[in-house]
């Protein structure tokens, strides 16, 4: 016999709902907004799946043939199974040109272009040059003039501004395209000017008419595997791309961005689960409780246990699915937005990143939906097991030690590992403390009153009432330190991160003169110049294993001149001498990477540069400003010939005599995907410390209204509305105090250990925005304590 159908748990289900619409309603505003912020993060992650780069220059081609963007590392962890993971590379991976001769002997096809890419120096908003022959394969046609055919000519896309007979990067303007804006010269000045005679970046295959996309795609695929055709940095076999995978050989920063999207939106997700799964379970076993003499009352008339528990698992699920269905509602406006943002500021998601958004992928926010209420009517039904009968507090209290343990050893964990590791568990040390509070919660309200117990008494009483209802406190501060402590960690660590990696880079920059649009060769010829070092930027690929789990670091690296680095960049070096650097074939490296990788002067590391190329590097010095400089250092002939722009960034130079008032900007690299990934976790920090702070005011909401009997009979008894607002008062700041110094202890701890693994010091956050935080607490319980006692109820 199924309880939900029993008449008699409808009827109880039914009267419940209409005599605890209050209580209810703090339940309900909980769900929706879980409901609508992990309905917006399926529906970026499902978007964000479905992304891919676009198709433009090869518009035409019906395949293109392009190197293997990515690269594997296949290991079997000891007690595993084998495991290949993957890492998208930034640099353009390129092919033999002889790619070129094998595809047009393919049957159907009409032609097999090749693209050459080069930077464009000295010219405006003009940043890629190209041969004019690649134009084809989107096809770009001529608006006006014609085609370049010698070696100081060239035709120039949109939006440049320019006529013809125009000079531009010193060549005449002798056409103008459709297409962006990019500089096109003949195929020969395009071979000459890439450095590379023997290589393309891609090659667009164009059909012949009525040959379909797929017929040529494998015959594309068998004339490059029967060739042996390989990549020129890694010998890995050539891609053949179809459809929307063409678009990958255009914007090479677009896969690398959707992957560590996903791999945000998924950690995220994760932690909005934890919050909602801690806050729902407060928000309801603070309903239930405050119904206990009503449940008893129930199982004295004969109601069993089991019609008790179906009726609030019936009353949570009507509550839940329609507050589920209305966060669903609400979750496509807040997804709209945080799309919109992203796609609105520069530079943070790449171009050429398409993140489709098609209608069936709405259908979505009602599978959120269906999770959400799930989740809330497990959290009831365990809440109310055995009503009418108390909880083993020896259980409940080893448990919540338990969980303290544990998080204390988490946070212990962090202080031995580095980077993403200790980040991941300090965030593990952090929710683990809160879940061990949140069990403990009457166990903490009653030892804070204790120790507040005298300077409350002398005020009016506060600590001896929060004495007798701990359990009650107990659930009201659950959130309080939920709040506090997650807003926390979540801004204190960006904060320590970027003042440490500020302070390193301010350290590390001692040159008093910066230049762009130049070499360091050219630098050194001005008067007055000591010296100077290119700063070439780049990234290279790490295949370590971490916590017995193989993973491929994607790192940003700098490429230096060792002999200009004196005046000009001063890593901080604790071991060796940079001086080696002026060999090729040689890597500095941070401390914390050395000391993880257990490398000192004069080891190897393994390392695959930004367009795949293996190289197996001597260390020749260890260095302390990794936070700011990166956690490798090469020469930068070992990085110019793998990067597709081989200027440096900028030119650092010193005159010997540096004055006080220098103001070069500090030189500091970024990690991959920093801006996105600052950006979308300052919206969803924003949006987990908005559930928090609305659990805080539903549950001290829920606590006022189920008090309002016991304030009305001490009105009755005698007390006044002054003496009853004094004791709301004293009772919340009881709670904020109590709230915020717990709340810091549990922060505390995990900041601690993930700020001593990274920068060796404390964990660092801006006064201004503790002050928010303790403001924005003390009015929440203000709010949530004053508000269901109104003016009116006191003086009644």
């Known amino acids: 016999m199924r309880m939900s159908g029993d008449p008699a748990v409808r009827l109880l289900a039914a009267r419940s709902l209409r005599t605890h619409r209050k209580a209810w309603a703090a339940v309900f505003a909980a769900v929706a907004v879980t409901s609508a912020l992990l309905g917006a993060l399926a529906l970026a992650a ?240 603070q309903a239930l409780q405050q119904r206990t003499g009503e449940r008893e009352l129930l199982l004295t008339v004969g109601a069993t246990a089991r019609q008790v528990r179906a009726a609030a698992g019936r009353e949570v699920t009507r509550v839940a699915g329609r507050a589920a269905l209305c966060g669903a509602a609400l979750a496509v406006p807040v997804f709209t937005v945080l799309w919109s943002a992203l796609r609105e500021r520069t530079g943070v998601v790449p171009e050429g990143l398409e993140l489709p958004s098609p209608p069936w992928l709405f259908a979505g926010v009602l599978v959120t939906a269906g ?152 630098v050194r010829l001005r008067p007055g110049i000591a010296s100077a070092t290119d700063v070439l930027r780049s990234t290279v690929v790490l295949a370590r294993t971490q916590a017995g789990a193989p993973r491929l670091d994607r790192l940003p690296v700098l490429g230096v001149d060792a002999a200009g680095l004196a005046g000009t960049l001063d890593p901080g070096v604790v071991a060796g001498d940079l001086a080696g650097l002026a060999r090729t074939g040689t890597v500095a490296v941070g401390a914390d990477m050395a000391d993880s990788l257990d490398v000192r002067p004069g080891a190897t590391v393994d390392l695959r540069l930004g367009d795949g190329t293996p190289k197996r590097l001597r260390v020749v010095a260890v260095y302390e400003r990794s936070l700011a400089l990166g956690e490798f250092l090469l020469p930068k002939a070992e990085l110019a010939p793998h990067v597709g722009d081989p200027y440096p960034a900028r030119v650092l130079a010193s005159t010997g005599k540096r004055a006080a008032d220098a103001s070069v900007a500090p030189e500091r690299i970024s990690p991959p995907g920093a801006e996105l990934n600052g950006i979308v976790s300052a919206v969803i920090v924003s949006a987990i410390g908005g559930l928090t702070l609305l659990s805080v005011l539903s549950t001290l909401t829920l606590i006022g209204a189920g008090r309002r009997d016991e304030l009305h009979l001490l009105g009755q008894v005698g007390a006044s509305a002054g003496q009853l607002r004094r004791m709301l008062g004293l009772e919340a700041g009881f709670l904020t105090a109590t709230g915020l110094l717990v709340g810091l202890a549990v922060a505390a701890l995990p900041l601690t250990a993930f700020a001593w693994a990274l920068t060796g010091g404390p964990p660092y956050l801006p006064p201004g925005q503790a002050a928010l935080i303790a403001g924005t607490v003390v009015a929440t319980v203000l709010a949530g304590v004053f508000l269901p006692a109104s003016a009116r109820r006191l003086g009644a």
Not at 192 to 197: I, V
Not at 265 to 280: D, Q, R, Y
Not at 483 to 490: N, S, Y
Request: hydrophobic share 50%.
């Open 371 to 522: 999770m959400v209420a799930g989740i809330a009517r497990l959290v009831v039904l365990l809440a109310a097991r055995q009503p009418g009968k108390p909880g083993r507090g020896g259980v409940r209290k080893a448990v919540g030690i338990g969980l303290l343990v544990l998080g204390a050893g988490s946070a212990a964990t962090a202080t031995t590992q580095g980077g993403d590791a200790a980040g991941a568990a300090a965030g593990a040390a952090t929710v683990t403390l809160v879940a061990g509070c949140a069990v403990l919660g009457p166990w903490i309200a009653e030892a804070a009153a204790k120790v507040l117990d005298l300077p409350f008494r002398r005020l009016g009483g506060a600590a001896a009432g929060a004495g007798a209802h701990s359990r009650r406190l107990g659930a009201a501060l659950v959130p309080v330190v939920l709040v506090t402590a997650f807003a926390l960690v979540q801004l204190s660590a960006g904060t320590t991160m970027g003042r440490a990696a500020e302070e390193q880079a301010r350290a590390a920059t001692t040159a008093d003169l910066a230049f762009s649009g130049t070499t360091a060769e050219r």
């Open 46 to 285: 499902g978007s964000a799946a479905l992304g891919h780069a676009r198709v433009e220059r090869y518009a035409a081609a019906a395949v293109v043939v392009a190197g293997d963007q990515e690269v594997r590392w296949t290991t079997k962890p000891w007690g595993s199974e084998t495991t290949t993971t993957t890492a998208g590379l930034t640099e353009r991976v390129r092919i033999p040109a002889a790619t070129v001769d094998v595809l047009r002997a393919v049957p159907g096809v009409r032609a097999a272009v090749p693209d050459r890419t080069f930077a464009v120096r000295d010219a405006g908003p003009l940043r890629t040059g190209r041969s004019w022959e690649a134009a084809r394969l989107a096809p770009y046609r001529l608006n006006d003039g014609r085609e370049p055919r010698a070696a100081g000519e060239a035709v120039l896309g949109s939006g440049t501004g320019t006529r013809v007979g125009d000079t531009v990067a010193g060549r005449t303007v002798v056409g103008l395209a459709d297409g962006p804006a990019a500089l096109y010269v003949t195929a020969a000045e395009a071979r000459r000017l890439t450095g590379r005679p023997g290589s393309v970046d891609a090659v667009g295959v164009l059909a012949d008419p009525g040959v379909p996309a797929d017929v040529l795609h494998a015959r594309v695929r068998a004339a490059l595997d029967g060739a042996g055709l390989r990549d020129t940095a890694s010998g890995q076999p050539l891609r053949a791309l179809t459809g929307a995978g063409r678009g990958g050989a255009e914007h090479l920063a677009a896969a690398p961005a959707r992957t560590e999207l996903l791999q945000l939106i998924a950690a995220v997700s994760g932690t909005v689960v934890l919050v909602a799964v801690l806050v729902l379970a407060s928000l309801v076993a």
